[in-house]
Every structure is written in C-alpha cells, then in structure tokens.
C-alpha cells in the first residue's frame, strides 16, 4: 500500500483514531482539563484501565520534542490523580505501549490486578507485563535528556510472544486462565504486592 493511501485510510472513521471520537464522548470522558482528557479504555484490560490524553494533535512519542516535557508531566500527574480516585490503595502503572496501534498519544492508567475479561490474549497480557510497557518516567528522562524519544521496536514483536509469566511472582503459565487464576492469588496493593 502506498503511503498517501495508508494515510488515506487511517483518515477520520478509521478504527485506529477511536481515541478520538471517545474523547468527546460524555460516555467515555472522566476528566478534562485545559490540556488533557481522561477516558475510559473501551476494552478494559484491569479492573482499572485509563488513558489520558493531550488535547493538542500530537500523534505518537515519536512527534514529541524537549518543549514537550511539561505537558508529560502534566499527563502524568492527571494519570496519578485519576489513579487515587479509582482506588488509592491499589498499586497501579503508568506508561505506553513501544507500538501503540491506536492513534493520538495516549498515556495507560492500569492497575496491576489485570482481573478483567477483556485481557484474553497472550498479546495484551505481554503488552502491559514486558518491556514493550514503558513508564512515563522513563520516557519523561528520555524526553529531558534528548530532547526526542528514540524507542527500539526491533524486539516489540518477540516481546509480545514471550512464555506467559506472573508479573509478580515470575512464575510461568501456560494459559490466560491458568495465569488468571494464579494472579488472583497475589494482594497487589501499593505497600507490597505479596
Ligand atoms: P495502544 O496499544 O497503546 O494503542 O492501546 C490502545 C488502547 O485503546 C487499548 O487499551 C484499547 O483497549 C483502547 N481502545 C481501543 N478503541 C478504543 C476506543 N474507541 N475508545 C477508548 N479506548 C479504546
Ligand atoms: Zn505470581
């Protein structure tokens, strides 16, 4: 496919620019401010699954420059604020995936039980347990330091298909139920996950 045609297609209506239209949603919306809104993931991965995003057209990390730091900060803060409402014992991550599929940058808001019947596959389990999850702080650092956000994708694709392990315990699965069961063992509190 052509690039003028691939852009073409991912024009507005295109699945991948959902974040958009769920933006302005009241349905979805759960916070707003003069530079982000917060939504709900439509396809919850945990019992608490956000996404905060500029208000600003920013696509992806990849269009960020140094002038961008604050408002990562900023995305961050809305991240951890919604994070306390929802439940502010529960220990929670804040991050992006290595290769978002959807469009417009968006910062993930996930608590750390994954109880949720929306996780089905060994893919969502190892995009938000692996390398390919990762944390605003250190894209933030990176941002400060380089002025631009370079991210090896080279392994993304290995790192969706790793062995199934408890992001906990380590311990290694062999199936989504298996895993869930086992995880719902873990307290994952903010104190100590035991
Ligand atoms: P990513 O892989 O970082 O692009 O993740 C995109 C996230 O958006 C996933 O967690 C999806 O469940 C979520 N999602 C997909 N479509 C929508 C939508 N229309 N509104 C809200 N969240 C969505
Ligand atoms: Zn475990």
Redesign the pocket.
């Known amino acids: 496919m052509s690039s003028s045609n691939s852009a073409k297609k991912k024009g507005p209506g295109h699945?991948?620019t959902?974040?958009l239209?769920?933006?302005e949603?009241p349905e979805?919306r759960v916070d707003e401010d003069d530079q982000c809104v917060t939504?709900?993931?439509?396809?919850?991965?945990a019992r608490y699954?956000f996404?905060v995003l500029p208000k600003e057209k920013i696509n992806s990390l990849k269009n960020l420059n140094g002038d961008n730091v604050e408002l990562l900060k900023h995305i961050q803060f809305k991240g951890q604020e919604i994070a306390d409402k929802a439940d502010k014992h529960l220990l929670f991550r804040f991050g992006?995936?290595a290769?978002?599929?959807?469009?417009h940058l968006?910062l993930?808001v996930?608590s750390q039980d994954f109880n949720s019947p929306?996780l089905k596959t060994k893919k969502h389990w190892n995009?938000f347990t692996t390398e390919y999850f990762i944390d605003s702080e250190r894209i933030i650092k990176q941002l400060e330091k380089k002025g631009r956000i370079e991210i090896d994708t080279s392994s993304s694709e290995t790192l969706l298909k790793k062995d199934l392990q408890c992001h906990i315990c380590s311990k290694k699965l062999s199936t989504i139920p298996a895993l869930k069961s086992h995880i719902a063992l873990h307290c994952v509190s903010r104190k100590k996950s035991t």
């Open positions: 699945w991948s959902g974040l239209t769920s933006m949603d979805m939504i709900k993931d439509k396809y919850p991965k699954h996404l992006y995936h290769v978002p599929s959807m469009g968006h993930h996930i929306c995009s």
